[in-house]
């Protein structure tokens, strides 16, 4: 029975094997890409049977390949196909609109794993580690800093305490100390305390849905397996047995992000209420609880702090261990912490009177000099990381590092800075959008934090470097859309020419191109957002006034800029949170828009959340475990040859699968990979995972490879593999279209299909035959003998 469980636990199932027949049987396993497919698209045909999974992700087969397994002869022609349909982890139901919310999350998630590649820089990787969870956290705080400022200060201190702003919002009117009934909950403490209800309930919502995702998407067992002798050392982490079980780091960053989350509404409440208490004159016990409440919150964040700064995800292994009682209790006790908070705010203080602004600037300011000097830090560690990495023979190289990785190893700091952007962006809009709504142009209230002011209005300033940008862009794709219209004409050299239709298919290449550009629009728009959040942070904290109160009595030119900036800033970054929040409803209602915001999920979280709990769930915690046991199962008790065939984000799933087998059974695996991101975006953006190294190692380790690309598609390319192997991977670029004109073959215009339809051109289905004949099959149960078996003949017990 032990030995039955430890087989199950390693793929090694105990059920009876196929008749040696089966070994004949071809297996081309199927993987589609972002934004999803039917298995009767995939198959194509309209009866599908699912054989093994369930409504979230499942493998389908026509419903005539149920038992194809017990006819091997019915399928000498061509491979049995399976389709794997994974499509509704990222795009379900409407309740997934909800995630627009977690985009900044998601994003500084992404620079985790954009750190360059490097050997033997164990403490370098671990700061950069680090460096990106504190980022996170900063985030965390932020959004959550927020809502504070929405529901404590725009509402229950400022509006609540005019009497012209509660005239216009009656619903605000228990609050109001100006009404001749005014009730208990009038006192200054009182409101912020039942304010703070709607930061806390922010807090409780983002923990429930991370775990939520987590108890379905981390919990997901993978196959374990051992380390055998043959397995190289020097590919890529995703071949470690613990990459896709990261159940315990995220539980830890749960807790201690959920922690600070109470602790920065206990702070906004805490704060304001023992700044009074030590006003002269005030009672001294009521000063010494709010001494001790706030030398309580400094520990509180110094524990967050600490279970942040921990070591972070344990890949070597499957982790099944749990942390801590400390780890676990930090939720429930910063709860305690702000149920005590708000006690102590709702004590009596009959002369305590609200007026101006909570001391919100120096909370967000805070952030955003934290943020920054993150950021800074950051790209140390990583342009120390791209100068050190060793070269792999083959590929350019730069006098650091791969020259093809993106921005010289600086994409995770400039992605980690465009998620602090984000972050700064939700913050200010709603900041902004609910002081309007509250005051309108009266000015009866202070309004927002002087440095959202600030930061809104250096909106208009990083848009004219977006359109400078574009600009630029444009004209580099008119340049190449004429260079591309040269090289139709030499691609269909026989073909009667069609100017329209030359410029159709160059305008389409012209166009793929654009993505190997996006280095360079990151790298401009995350240094100018750098440099202009740095410019607004000074402002404000030098002047102390928004930008149109500080240019106040300067030259004619400069205040018209400032006012202008200013008012373009808040209209434009409330009419950004407006269409955020019209985009989430219609996702909600409308499951086409829902399926666009699930291609953004296919490529955002395909990765573990190892720097923000509260991101969006990693789908490859489910898929990539899928895969594996089907490909492992089915090889294993069939002996027969198999192909896995990835399309898009498809193929990188496929990868990540392929490395996860065993060693021995990797090597009996053929990887078909068409319109594959795998080096093109994968490869550039993440190397220390795709880079040269890692794509060579998984070449060198499974049975044979070959890729698909055209030049037409944005998304897919070449592989690109060092030396001579190049070219055993990498077909030439397809045709596409297939053919220019009419032709007796194609007798209507042939579309340009870009990056869908690989499987419409002749030569999907000549590379996946000359894989299959590449594949040798295997007797299944059949057991490699060693020299004591072959000497004596038979095998010792």
Known sequence: MERAREQAIDGESSSPVQPPEAAGTALELLVHGVGGATPEDMLNDPRTVRITGDVT??????????????????HR????????????????????????????????????????????????????GLLVRLAGLTLTVLLVAAACEVALDLAAWQCAGTRACVRNHSWLGFLSPDRPDAGWWSQPGRRLALACLVPAALTTLLWYLSHRTWSAYESQQPMSRAAEPD????????????????????????????????????????????????????????????ALLNATLVVGAALVLWVVCRRGRSENRIDHGRDRGLVRRLPPASLVLLALTLVYACWSRPDWHSAGRLPGDTTFGGLALGQGLLVIALGAVAHSLYRTNPRVPGTPRTAGGDARTAMRGFAGPAVAMLACALGGVMSGGVSQRVADWLDGTRHSIP?????????????????????????????????????????????????????????????????????????????????????????????????????SEAARGTYGVVQGAAETAQALGSWLIGLGFILFVTWGRRAYKDPAARRTIGILWDVGTFWPRAAHPFAPPCYAERAVPDLTWRMATWTRTTGGRLVLSGHSQGSVLAAAAAWQLKPSVRKRIALLTYGSPLERLYGRWFPAHFGPAALASLHREVACWRNLYRPTDPIGGPVRLPGDCGPEVDHEPLMDPLAYGRTERQPLPAPVLGHSDYQADPAFADERDLLLARLLPEVPGQRPRTEAQGSSGRSSE
């Open 57 to 74: 992700a499942a493998v389908f087969r026509r419903a005539d390949d149920v038992d194809a397994e017990e006819r091997p002869g019915d």
């Open 77 to 128: 022609g061509g491979p049995v196909r399976e389709a794997y349909v994974w499509c509704n982890l990222t795009s379900g139901n409407g309740a997934r609109a909800l995630w627009l919310l977690l985009l900044p999350f998601m994003v500084v998630n992404l620079a985790h794993w954009m750190r360059p590649a490097s050997a033997g820089r164990g403490r370098a990787v671990r700061l950069y």
């Open 231 to 290: 397995e190289e050392t020097d590919g890529s982490g995703l071949g470690r047995p613990g990459f896709w079980y990261g159940r315990r780091l995220v539980a830890r960053l749960r807790a201690a992000h959920t922690a600070a989350g109470f602790l920065t509404v206990a702070a906004a409440v805490g704060s304001s209420t023992a700044r009074y208490d030590r006003a002269p004159g005030g009672p001294a016990v009521l000063e010494a609880l709010g």
């Open 447 to 547: 309004g927002p934090p002087v440095l959202l002011t600030w930061q809104a209005s250096a909106i208009p300033p990083l848009l004219v470097v977006l359109l400078a940008l574009v600009g630029w862009l444009a004209r580099c794709t008119w340049q190449l859309r004429h260079r591309e219209t040269i090289a139709v004409g030499r691609d269909y050299p026989s073909e009667a020419k069609d100017i329209a239709r030359t410029r159709r298919i160059a305008s389409t290449r012209a166009m793929a191109a654009l993505t190997d550009r996006a280095p360079l629009m990151i790298g401009v728009i995350s240094s100018a957002t750098l440099l202009l959040g740095a410019g607004a942070l000074a402002g404000a904290f030098a002047t102390g006034d928004a930008p």
